[in-house]
């Protein structure tokens, strides 16, 4: 099958082309004349260019005009980037529209992530895009050009594709403005939503406590009538458009269950999980918010299992019976079980359980070199309805730890509820979101990574273990990234 593009949809919010014509005599609110206004007193004029290659400026002013807080202003807003400043002195003597008028331009330059302002011939032009919002630029502007007698043309859009070193994007699966969203810092501050989306790295709490983590040059996404959560060190992490099964719900599949952790301590005499550490410390949830970017570093990558099971609790039942655990159980249908908080160690995945998310898909991990005939499902199971609403594709052959592999792949809500908590997990854990771990020719290997021990992202469990084939090579790990990625609106496969 092809995939349709994954081509990450654009939000942009743009103000139209507006012209200000304004003359020497302003009109007050009850309708009787001010005062005229001055303009400068000799011929100005000014062209500001900003692009990928930098800020360049050319004015010609009274008195050379383009103070030292003008140049540090727009030294700091280029980022350590390239600042070209030519100035030309008119000859005549600075006086206090002047002054005024290139202060609020340069002002209107920095605040442009690209674009053009330009003066002369007594008219003023801004075009471009901003990181922040329009109408400030807008009104400054406008307040310019009355300042200068200027007719004033103006044509700027928010700039929410740019990445900017430490901040993100939060955005809503229904396209819908986040502007009216209601947030709090980790620091206990209102936090007023730009019509971009961009905010600062950092964990958010929406109204209702659940959280929202931006992570830097990534796309968080809210779904508005999601009441799923995971939850991360205690705290419930907002999960857009998935079904979630939580530690605490009445069908719950914990290992945090006390008398799970009872009778596998009595059978196995060892834990089914244990604490992370950080430099001899260990993660004891809850976690105050604002410690959580310090933890969560903590966790570098997802592993994929297939739970070989029809279901969920078959899968728990088996891992319980061996003193094994995992964080996450995604039903065919998508529903989403939490096992175990992120917070703790799961037992998973050998020597890189200590840095590492586990998630098993539900998937009878049958090989169909071995058994090609073998149904993905028994006619005789108890969910055998329920699995025969969620069909899975056969995968090709493919060689896995030196075998040839056959496999069921996963079915189209198991996909769309992957994608949900992968950015879930990686907003909460950043090094997640470098998405499949891959080869140097961009492909997954077919076989295990040598430095297993910095591994970052997503990753196969047979590229952790050499006696393992799973997920198998019915993952279609481009699908994975697209919807790591490009969120519940990147393109379904045909």
Known sequence: ????????????????????TLGLVAVGACGQKAAPVAPPAAPMSL???????????????????????????????????????????????????????VSALVEIAADLS???????????????????????????ARTAGERAAATVAFDVEVDVDTPVPGTGWLRRSDGEPVGA?????????????????????GFYTLGDGRLLAIADGRTTWYDAHA????????????????????LDDPNALSFQDEAVIARVERALDRPIFVKRFLAHTPWTPPTPLAELPRWTQTVSAVVLHATATTSPKECFDTLTSRGLSTHFTIDVDGTVYQDLDPAYVAFHAGEVNSHTIGVDLVNPAINLVREPDAPPFSPDDPRAELLARHPR??????????????????????????????RALAVAFPKVGAGAVRGPDGKVPNDIIEDTGHVEGVVAHWLLSPDHWDPGPGMDWDRLDALLRGGPVAAPRE
């Open 1 to 20: 099958m092809k995939h349709a593009s994954h081509r990450r949809r654009s939000v942009t919010a743009r103000i139209p082309p507006i012209l200000f």
């Open 47 to 101: 062209s500001f260019t900003r692009d990928a290659e930098g800020m360049r400026l050319q004015a010609v002013v009274p008195g050379g005009q383009i103070a030292a807080e003008a140049r540090d202003r727009l030294r700091e807003a280029s980022g350590g980037g390239l600042v070209e400043i030519y100035v030309r002195d008119t000859g005549a003597a600075p006086d206090a529209t002047s002054s005024a008028v």
């Open 114 to 140: 690209e674009g053009r302002v330009t003066w002369a011939d007594g008219k003023l032009t801004v075009t471009g895009r901003t990181f922040g919002e329009v109408a400030p630029i807008a009104e400054r």
């Open 181 to 201: 969203l209601a947030l709090t810092s980790s620091g206990g501050e209102e936090v007023a939503v730009p019509t971009s989306g961009r905010l600062p790295v």
């Open 227 to 246: 009441t799923g959560a995971i939850r991360v060190a205690g705290h419930p992490v907002a999960l857009d458009g998935a079904v979630v099964v939580g």
């Open 393 to 422: 594709p056969k995968s090709k052959r493919m060689i896995i730890n030196g075998g040839r592999v056959q496999s069921y792949g996963y079915t189209e809500a198991q996909y769309s509820a992957l994608g949900s908590l992968l």
